[in-house]
């Protein structure tokens, strides 16, 4: 099992960045693909983003690409996330996830390991 501790949430205006970062312990974390999820009141979790374990893949929820990236540091054992041109519709609670197996996906079901979450505010 992998325990996974979000930061780097906050409180910014619209159109600023943040970088969330996500570290891991417990297990290797090279062989684990990660992914970035988020919750806003009253919707299910959506997709951000994910990431192979090598970091040589990456995908986006539609409703990020071209805003976000993420990327990832074996040797610190952390997955981080920026986040440019946020809007308020960014607002939600942030959670890292792994999948132990390697490939992740687009989907909650695909990860096995969940941080608590960070939240994310973008004023207008």
């Known amino acids: 099992q992998v325990q996974l501790v979000e930061s780097g949430g906050g409180l910014v205006q619209a159109g600023g960045s943040l970088r969330l970062s996500c570290a891991a312990s417990?297990?290797?974390?090279?062989?684990?693909?990660m992914g970035w999820f988020r919750q806003a009141p009253g919707k299910e979790r959506e997709f951000v983003a994910a990431?192979?374990?090598?970091?040589?893949?990456?995908y986006y929820g539609d409703s990020v690409k071209g805003r976000f990236t993420i990327s990832r540091d074996n040797a610190k054992n952390t997955v981080y996330l920026q986040m440019n041109s946020l809007k308020p519709e960014d607002t939600a609670v942030y959670y890292c996830?792994?999948?132990?197996?390697?490939?992740?996906?687009?989907?909650?079901?695909?990860?096995?390991?969940w941080g608590q979450g960070t939240q994310v505010t973008v004023s207008s």
């Open positions: 996830a792994a999948d132990p197996g390697g490939v992740g996906g687009r989907g909650a079901a695909d990860f096995g390991s």
């Open positions: 990431i192979s374990w090598s970091g040589g893949n990456t």
């Open positions: 417990g297990r290797p974390f090279s062989r684990y693909a």
